[in-house]
C-alpha cells in the first residue's frame, strides 16, 4: 500500500537524497583521487588521457632498452681507454729499444794514421796529425807521408787525382758524391762523410779514421779518386782508396758490419713488445655489456620512439673487429721477416714508432664515433623520460580531481546535509499537527 507523503516532506526528502548522492560521488573523487574515472564522468576527458598515458607507458617501456645501449657504448669506450693506454705501453717499449741505438751500430775503424814520431815530431797529438794530413801526395812520395814541423804529411792518394769521391750505402739508402782533393784533409773527409746523413766519421785518440752507420742497417763505405767527379765515384763504389785509411780494401761491396750487432736489450723488449700487444686484444674482448661488444664488430640499434616501420626512429650503432692487427701493430721479432717488426733494425723501430701513432689516431677516431653516438643516446633517453613525464602530467590534468576542492564540496554537502534532515524534521512536524486534535 502506498504511503501518502506530504509536499513539504517530499520536497524535503529529495533534497536529501540529492545531497547524498553529491556527497557519494566526492567521496568517490577523493577515494580515488580522480575526477574522471569513467567514461560516463567526461568521455573526451577518460579517453584522452588513456591515449597520453598509454603512450607514456610505451615510451617508457624503450628506456630499458636505451639505457642497456647506453651502458653497451660505455663498456667499449672503457674498452678503447685501456687500449690506448696498452699502446702507450708499447710506444715506451719502443722508445726503450731506441735508446739503445749505440749498442746496434755498424763501425768500422782503419789503422793509425799517425804514429808516436810523428807526435814527437810535431808535439801535436795522434788525432790533430791524422786531422790534418792531406789527402794528395803532395810530395810525390807516396811511400813517406810522415808528418813533421814544416809538413802536415798526406795519405798517399796520387797527386793527379784531383777529385774524391764517397760512395755509402746503409741498408737501401745510398749516398755519393765527389769533392776537389786540391788541399783538401782528413777532416774535410771526415766532413763529407758526415753530410751523408747515413754515416758519420771522426778520428779517434789514437789517430784511427772511424765511420760509424747512423742507423742498424749494414754499412757499406767506399773512397775513391779520380781526375773527374764521376769517375771518383766510380772509384768509390769498389772502395780502391779505402787502403789509404787503413780500411779493408772493397769495403764498399763487402759491407761494414759491427760485431754484436744484435744488442741484448733490445731482444730482451721484444717480449715485452708482444706480451702488451696480446694484451691488446684480450682486452677488446672484454669490453662487452650483457653479451654485445662493439669492440668485437657487434652491433646495438637503440629504439628511440614507438612507431614501427617507416615511422620507427632508431639509432643503429655498428661495431668494428678492435685487435692489434687491425691496428696496424705488427708482431716485434729479432730479425727480419715479413709482416714483423724487427728490434734489432732501427728503420724497423722508427716504423714501430709510425703503427703506434697510426694506431693512436685510429683509437681517437673511433672514440670520437662512440663518443658521438652516446651523446645522441644520453639526450633521447632525457627526452624519452622528459616526454613521458609530460604525457603522464597532460593525462592527469584531464582526470584527475583538486583534492582540496573536492574535500572542500564534501565538507559543504555535509552542512547542508545536516540542514536538509533538519528541514525534513521541521516539514514532518507539521504533519504531526493533527495528533493534537485527540
Known amino acids: 500500500?502506498?504511503?501518502?507523503?506530504?509536499?513539504?516532506?517530499?520536497?524535503?526528502?529529495?533534497?536529501v537524497q540529492d545531497i547524498t548522492a553529491q556527497a557519494a560521488?566526492?567521496?568517490?573523487?577523493?577515494?580515488?583521487?580522480?575526477?574522471?574515472?569513467?567514461?560516463?564522468?567526461?568521455?573526451?576527458?577518460?579517453?584522452?588521457?588513456?591515449?597520453?598515458?598509454?603512450r607514456s607507458d610505451q615510451l617508457k617501456g624503450l628506456l630499458d632498452g636505451i639505457s642497456n645501449g647506453i651502458q653497451t657504448i660505455q663498456a667499449a669506450s672503457k674498452g678503447i681507454d685501456g687500449v690506448t693506454k696498452l699502446v702507450n705501453s708499447l710506444q715506451s717499449t719502443v722508445k726503450q729499444a731506441q735508446a739503445d741505438a749505440a749498442q746496434n751500430r755498424p763501425t768500422k775503424a782503419g789503422t793509425a794514421l799517425a804514429t808516436a814520431a810523428e807526435a814527437a815530431l810535431t808535439s801535436k797529438s795522434l788525432k790533430d796529425i791524422a786531422l790534418d794530413k792531406k789527402l794528395n801526395d803532395d810530395d810525390a812520395v807516396t811511400t813517406n807521408n810522415t808528418a813533421t814541423a814544416s809538413s802536415s804529411g798526406n795519405v798517399g792518394i796520387a797527386t793527379a787525382n784531383v777529385n774524391i769521391g764517397l760512395s755509402i750505402v746503409a741498408g737501401s739508402t745510398t749516398y755519393e758524391a765527389s769533392f776537389s782533393s786540391a788541399n783538401a784533409t782528413v777532416r774535410d773527409l771526415v766532413n763529407e762523410i758526415n753530410k751523408s746523413g747515413i754515416a758519420t766519421a771522426f778520428v779517434d785518440e789514437k789517430g784511427q779514421l772511424n765511420v760509424k752507420g747512423t742507423g742498424s742497417d749494414t754499412l757499406q763505405v767506399g773512397i775513391g779518386a779520380a781526375t773527374a767527379g764521376p769517375g771518383a765515384i766510380t772509384d768509390a763504389q769498389t772502395g780502391l782508396a779505402n787502403a789509404n785509411f787503413g780500411l779493408v780494401a772493397g769495403d764498399r761491396t763487402t759491407g761494414v758490419t759491427s760485431p754484436g750487432i744484435t744488442s741484448a736489450v733490445r731482444s730482451n723488449l721484444i717480449q715485452q713488445y708482444n706480451d702488451l700487444r696480446t694484451q691488446i686484444d684480450e682486452l677488446a674482448k672484454d669490453s662487452g655489456f650483457n653479451g654485445v661488444n662493439l669492440l668485437q664488430g657487434d652491433q646495438v640499434s637503440l629504439v628511440f620512439n614507438e612507431k614501427t616501420g617507416k615511422n620507427q626512429n632508431k639509432l643503429d650503432i655498428q661495431g668494428t673487429s678492435l685487435t692489434s692487427d687491425n691496428l696496424g701493430i705488427t708482431q716485434a721479432t729479432n730479425t727480419q721477416l715479413t709482416g714483423f717488426t724487427n728490434f734489432q733494425n732501427d728503420a724497423d723501430l722508427d716504423k714501430a714508432t709510425e703503427q703506434l701513432n697510426g694506431a693512436l689516431t685510429s683509437l681517437k677516431s673511433l672514440s670520437s664515433t662512440f663518443g658521438a653516438q652516446l651523446s645522441v643516446a644520453n639526450t633521447r633517453q632525457d627526452f624519452t623520460k622528459g616526454l613521458a613525464d609530460v604525457l603522464s602530467t597532460g593525462a592527469a590534468n584531464l582526470v584527475n580531481a583538486d583534492a582540496n576542492e573536492e574535500a572542500a564540496n564534501l565538507l559543504s554537502l555535509q552542512t547542508r546535509q545536516q540542514l536538509s534532515q533538519t528541514a525534513l524534521s521541521l516539514s514532518s512536524q507539521s504533519d504531526q499537527a493533527v495528533l493534537r486534535l485527540f
Open 1 to 15: 500500500m502506498a504511503v501518502s507523503l506530504s509536499s513539504g516532506v517530499r520536497n524535503s526528502l529529495a533534497s
Open 25 to 54: 560521488a566526492v567521496q568517490s573523487r577523493l577515494a580515488t583521487g580522480k575526477r574522471v574515472n569513467t567514461a560516463v564522468d567526461n568521455p573526451v576527458n577518460f579517453f584522452t588521457a588513456s591515449s597520453l598515458n598509454n
